[in-house]
């Protein structure tokens, strides 16, 4: 059974920086994309960035873009997602996603696996 467990969330002023980790285990077959989600309480899961495993294509949304680096290291199957110049609006849960079967990265439904998911606060 895969497992994706997020860390990294918290409390930070706007215009800061945070880093969140996402640890994947209990693999046992290929991985497509990597996705980061986030999602406010009552609202659709919105996505973030994701990432091809396999060549480390990485996709952002607009709102995101140049502004967030998604990123991976394979030999640990750990995927990053790092936020600079976070905004009062960047501050919903963020969720680590798998994507193992053919799809859309920009789509909720196309990923089986999540995790618990994250809260990232920006506020002053």
């Known amino acids: 059974q895969v497992q994706l467990v997020e860390s990294g969330g918290g409390l930070v002023q706007p215009g800061g920086s945070l880093r969140l980790s996402c640890a994947a285990s209990?693999?046992?077959?290929?991985?497509?994309?990597m996705g980061w989600f986030r999602q406010v309480p009552g609202k659709e899961r919105e996505f973030v960035a994701a990432?091809?495993?396999?060549?480390?294509?990485?996709f952002d949304a607009d709102s995101v873009k140049g502004r967030f680096t998604i990123s991976r290291e394979k030999s640990r199957n750990m995927v990053y997602l790092l936020m600079d110049s976070l905004k009062p609006g960047d501050t919903p849960g963020y969720y680590c996603?798998?994507?193992?079967?053919?799809?859309?990265?920009?789509?909720?439904?196309?990923?089986?696996?999540w995790g618990q998911g994250t809260q990232v606060t920006v506020s002053s």
């Open positions: 996603a798998e994507r193992s079967a053919s799809g859309s990265n920009y789509t909720a439904g196309s990923y089986a696996y």
């Open positions: 209990g693999r046992t077959f290929i991985v497509y994309s």
């Open positions: 990432m091809y495993w396999t060549t480390g294509t990485t």
